[in-house]
């Protein structure tokens, strides 16, 4: 029982929650910047380039023949997923940025002096009232 309780007490930590909750998010990120630059920037640089696709850029090595399909180096979807890649590291740098950056800020702001107890108000009092005589 005792490997059951430690399993339950891992899976219940709030890290563990976390990373999942952040893997999850991060595969849909994924697909966005996927689509992004498959659907929306990709399609421009290729009419810039003359009217090329680069999802059907390749080499072929050996033509198919009968059932047996061509062999082909495949380098403009290479080139779509470092495009991929890049975005993705970009976006991640500046939202890790920011977060710096507001961290940092919250670190500098000023602190509030906490209010006195009510003891070291009396006290204060009392040490007033001695100078004052």
């Known amino acids: 029982m005792g490997m059951m309780s430690e399993f339950k007490a891992f899976a219940i930590k709030g890290n563990v929650v976390d990373m999942a909750v952040g893997i999850i998010v991060g595969a849909a ?3 966005i910047v996927s689509s992004f630059v498959k ?64 961290k940092k800020a919250e670190e500098e702001a000023p602190k509030a002096d906490p ?3 009510n003891e070291e108000v009396l006290l204060t009092e009392i040490r007033n009232l001695l100078k004052n005589k």
């Open 29 to 31: 990120f994924g697909k």
């Open 115 to 117: 209010l006195p107890s």
């Open 39 to 102: 659907d929306i920037i990709m399609p421009p640089i290729g009419v810039m380039m003359g009217g090329v696709d680069f999802a059907d850029l390749a080499v072929t090595i050996q033509e198919a023949a009968g059932e047996i399909p061509a062999v082909a180096i495949r380098y403009g979807a290479f080139i779509q997923t470092i495009v991929d890649f890049i975005i993705v590291a970009l976006a991640i740098f500046v939202a890790v940025k920011v977060m710096n950056s507001m």
